[in-house]
């Protein structure tokens, strides 16, 4: 069989002239799998774009503490109730004074942001030398005082306590990235010496002073900071390696000689309170968490902080959160977290100053670590180390340095030239239009057009 010929063009009837070929039509996209596929690829692309932005990680970690200590506030008032009735005060105590804490911790971040960066570094050598002087303090009796069996905190009169090594992280924090900056624009950091000493040294005598009170908790997120800030500074493997050893083994001699901290160890996944309810506070925490649900029992309504789940509003406060807010509301805030950290990681990874990048890579990782550590506790799946959820639990002398540890993080994220050049170019934008629209209202008020009178002429 032969392929059969194209056909000319027949004539119009009458006319005897051809009859106009027709395009050819565009394929329609299926109704299937197709469009559903186009559509994901082009919300794909959208959303990179939208990623991609220079304002992107300013907005994340603004938007992001701003919402974790709002919402920190809201489970502070519920959680705190029962307990501050129980010690005989106002059932808005605790609520008030952390209150007051966030407002001054505003004012901290807002006036860190606005901070350059040779004034940030400026404060690090006075912030550390006054961290340890009061971290000394702590030890003389009738200055220092004990909480819970750790002795770490110093009265300041009235209701008001300060915790020193709270300030010792933003401390470590300041100074190391000053130093190792300095260090890196000298080219010093390849040898091995100069990487570790001062560093360690100083690192080491801040965790020597922090277990003379018995906090095990805030020393682990001290040697967090130092690893990351060692990790950031480019240090080899093997030497990474030897003092992650080091630091391992020191932390099983401290807790294996302590009975105490083995008990919280034997702690990981009981669901049952165990001989003399050892394991209490970790059972019970997980079943606030289990009680809530999809989306909790309701604010307010917490069964486990009428006395049965201990210090609800401070190292707890996220079972808390899970029992009344339910799934929903601990995904929330774990996913403000997991923003907040990525915008911090981000900031460390686009700048090009040494400083930066090992500040903001210090303040992520001191952020990330501790709410790893406070949710992985209350989760059953790591040992209850005694460290509140940052900008969330109840606790003035942790949320004052952490805010201001945000502020550094979106000064670093405005000293980007890109964020820098979107944010001058968005300014002007915004006072044009807050003009032109100053200007239209007022011709809209104050100009009145003629009345047009008719003529009678058509």
Request: aromatic fraction near 8%; hydrophobic fraction near 50%; charged fraction near 15%.
């Amino acid at each position: 069989m032969t392929a059969r010929s194209a056909k000319p063009p027949t004539a119009r009837r009458g006319t005897g002239q051809p009859a106009p070929v027709r395009p050819p039509r565009r394929p329609r996209p299926s109704r299937g799998g197709g469009s559903t596929a186009l559509g994901l690829s082009r919300f794909y692309a959208r959303a990179k774009r939208t990623w991609d932005r220079p304002l992107t990680a300013y907005y994340l970690i603004l938007g992001g503490s701003l919402l974790i200590t709002a919402l920190g506030l809201v489970m502070v008032f519920s959680a705190s109730q029962i307990e501050a009735l129980q010690s005989g005060l106002a059932s808005t105590y605790f609520f008030r004074k952390q209150l007051v804490a966030a407002v001054l911790g505003t004012l901290l971040l807002l006036a860190a942001s606005r901070m350059p960066l040779k004034l940030h570094r400026a404060l690090a050598y006075p912030l550390l030398a006054v961290s340890v002087f009061l971290m000394c303090l702590v030890q003389v009796p009738g200055i220092g005082r004990e909480v819970n069996g750790n002795q770490n905190w110093i009265y300041l009169g009235g209701p008001f306590q300060l915790q020193p090594s709270e300030f010792a992280k933003l401390a470590l924090v300041l100074w190391g990235a000053d130093l190792l900056a300095r260090k890196s624009d000298k080219n010093m950091l390849t040898q091995w010496k100069h990487l570790l000493v001062p560093l360690v040294p100083m690192a080491l005598l801040l965790l020597g002073l922090i277990m003379l009170g018995g906090d095990m908790g805030t020393a682990i997120i001290l040697t967090a900071v130092l690893f990351g800030l060692l990790w950031l500074a480019g240090a080899p493997t093997r030497l990474f390696t030897g003092v992650l050893a080091a630091a391992a083994t020191a932390g099983a001699f401290l807790i294996t000689s302590n009975p105490n901290r083995m008990s919280r160890l034997g702690c990981i996944g009981a669901t049952d309170p165990g001989a003399n309810d050892q394991c209490w506070q970790a059972v019970h925490g997980i079943y606030a968490l289990a009680s809530g649900g999809w989306f909790g029992s309701g604010l307010g309504a917490s069964v486990e902080k009428w006395g049965q789940l201990p210090e609800p509003h401070t190292d707890f406060i996220f079972a808390v959160t899970g029992e009344e807010l339910g799934l929903a509301g601990t995904l929330s805030v774990l996913t403000l977290f997991a923003a907040l950290g990525y915008a911090g990681i981000r900031v460390a990874g686009r700048t090009e100053d040494p400083f930066v990048r090992y500040a903001a890579g210090g303040v992520t990782t001191w952020i990330t670590a501790q709410a790893v550590i406070n949710v992985g506790a209350v989760l059953g799946l790591l040992p209850i180390a005694g460290v509140p959820l940052p900008l969330f639990s109840y606790g003035g002398s942790a949320l004052l340095p952490t805010m201001f540890a945000v502020g550094l993080l979106i000064a670093f994220a405005r000293s980007d030239p890109a964020a820098r050049a979107a944010l001058a170019v968005r300014q002007p934008a915004l006072g044009q239009r807050l003009l032109r629209g100053g200007l239209a209202g007022r011709r809209k008020t104050m100009r009145r057009r003629p009345e047009r009178r008719p003529s009678g002429e058509r």
